[in-house]
């Protein structure tokens, strides 16, 4: 499974209907278990950002898809970002060329 971070900044929509975003949080879980993603964890932040999410998926193409999902909804807007462990890192280093 692929790690990827996942932030949010909620639209005028979803800023309007704020009180009502642990109960999207969730609903979000739901739509990623259907997509074939888990959504490790989640954080309501201060700063240029107002959410992110950890979520681990299968490959890009699912990623996206639940991406893609979310947004239609209109809550929100974001950025989804490929994340690597070390130990993923670690090859991808080793086939550099210089």
């Known amino acids: 499974m692929s790690t990827y971070l996942v932030l949010v ?4 929509q979803g800023i309007r209907n704020v009180k009502d975003t642990v ?3 969730e609903a979000y879980r ?3 278990k259907k997509c074939g993603c888990t959504v490790k964890d ?3 932040l201060m700063g240029q950002y107002d959410m992110a ?3 681990e998926a299968p490959n890009d193409e699912t990623m996206t898809s639940l991406a ?3 947004a239609s909804l209109g809550n929100v807007q974001g950025q989804t970002l490929r994340a ?3 130990d993923e890192i670690g090859p991808i280093l080793n086939k550099m060329v210089s």
């Open 84 to 86: 690597f462990t070390a």
């Open 30 to 32: 739901a739509m990623a």
């Open 42 to 44: 989640s954080y309501w």
């Open 68 to 70: 893609l999902s979310a």
């Open 9 to 12: 900044n909620f639209t005028e």
């Open 53 to 55: 999410a950890i979520v």
């Open 23 to 25: 109960k999207r949080t």
